[in-house]
């Protein structure tokens, strides 16, 4: 993680042509030849940031109360993570946004960004997978972010339009120029997305606007 900070500030910092992986190696204390053991891109090393975020935002939904729906559990997660001094601070969203503009001008960058936003949603799948079992699935809880090879369909279906709802409203807001929290905030952007969804079967043979 000392890697993708350092990488993180440099891009911030000096903008992402202006800065070499030596730099990042250079930054973070480490020899070029170990940047490129763990990164094959000066791009790829702000992954791990990309996906500490959309990490915590996930796992949120599988610590949030058994008892909670799971609209009410994204909800949750949305308030614990998203919203500035509980997940991330405000002058962190701060360097979120700037790198989501970087990600605009670069499409390795953007790669990076995509490959994230994928894992996040597999990851999601799991752990809505998890929330949503009956004793007649007899699906234990599992820590890893594959524990069901073969997902229901409309389990996957879940999971991206939720990840959708909570990316769409992360990107939005470091499009604009509105601080991190308020009305405008990636938390307050995400809670209208999935407003806007209250119809959606959030679980299989639900019936729509249930």
């Known amino acids: 993680m000392e890697i993708a900070r350092a990488a993180a500030g440099l891009f911030v ?3 992402l042509r202006a800065t070499r992986a030596e730099d990042i190696a250079q930054a973070a204390g480490i020899a070029p030849r170990t940047f490129y053991r763990y990164f094959a ?3 790829e090393a702000v992954a791990p940031l990309y996906a500490a975020g959309a990490r915590r935002w996930a796992e949120a939904v599988r610590s949030a109360p058994a008892a909670l729906s799971v ?3 994204l909800e949750h997660a949305v308030h614990h993570t998203l919203t500035p001094g509980e997940g991330v ?3 962190s969203w701060e360097w979120v946004r700037t790198l989501m503009h970087l990600a605009d001008t670069s499409p390795a960058l953007r790669r990076v960004w995509a490959e994230v936003c994928r894992s996040s ?3 999601l799948t799991s752990i809505l997978a998890e929330r949503t079992a009956t004793p007649a699935d007899n699906v234990a809880p599992h820590p890893h972010p594959h524990p069901h090879p073969h997902p229901h369909p ?3 279906f879940t ?3 939720a990840s959708a709802a909570v990316r769409v409203a992360v990107e939005s807001w470091a499009a604009g120029t509105s601080p991190a929290s ?3 905030g990636p938390a307050a952007l995400a809670l209208r997305n999935l407003g806007a969804l209250r119809g959606f079967a959030w679980r299989a043979g639900e019936a729509a606007g249930a």
């Open 71 to 73: 609209p009410e559990a």
């Open 121 to 123: 949603e597999d990851l």
């Open 154 to 156: 409309h389990l996957r």
């Open 13 to 15: 910092r000096r903008g």
């Open 89 to 91: 601070s405000a002058a």
């Open 41 to 43: 891109t000066k791009e």
């Open 182 to 184: 308020g009305a405008q």
């Open 159 to 161: 999971s991206a339009v």
